[in-house]
């Protein structure tokens, strides 16, 4: 069965940590860019980092560049999101979706995410409150 599945959601404190992962079944990671997104309610899917698997280019959202780090582990078929000094606006139901792109640094590209992002996890929440 082709799935992505997240974890690492959870309670923090503002300014604290938290690393989300993004664990792969039925296929290999390594051959596809992974976009980590977050939703809160009333507001849409929100594309906050992004990297890329021709050459592991990353991209991150304003709000979140210099906080946050998307990287791989091909051994563990995972993709992680550290965020670091979290903010209660980071507050959200964090997902992760693949895209088969093996030779683009589809990271680097301005429509990175208005392309078909595929094999949506279920989502983990992340709560950033004292």
């Given at each position: ?73 091909n051994a563990a078929n ?42 949506w996890g279920q989502g983990t929440r992340v709560t950033?409150?004292?």
């Amino acid at each position: 069965q082709v799935q992505l599945v997240e974890s690492g959601g959870g309670l923090v404190q503002p300014g604290g940590s938290r690393r989300l992962s993004c664990g792969a079944s039925g296929f290999a990671l390594e051959h596809y860019a992974v976009g980590w997104f977050r939703q809160t309610p009333g507001t849409g899917r929100e594309g906050v980092a992004c990297i890329s698997a021709s050459d592991d280019s990353t991209y991150y959202v304003d709000s979140v560049q210099g906080r946050f780090t998307i990287f791989r582990d091909n051994a563990a078929n995972t993709v992680y999101l550290q965020m670091n000094s979290l903010k209660s606006e980071d507050t959200a139901v964090y997902y992760c979706a693949a895209l088969w792109a093996p030779y683009r640094a589809i990271c680097r590209s301005d429509n990175r995410w208005s392309r078909m992002w595929e094999n949506w996890g279920q989502g983990t929440r992340v709560t950033v409150s004292s």
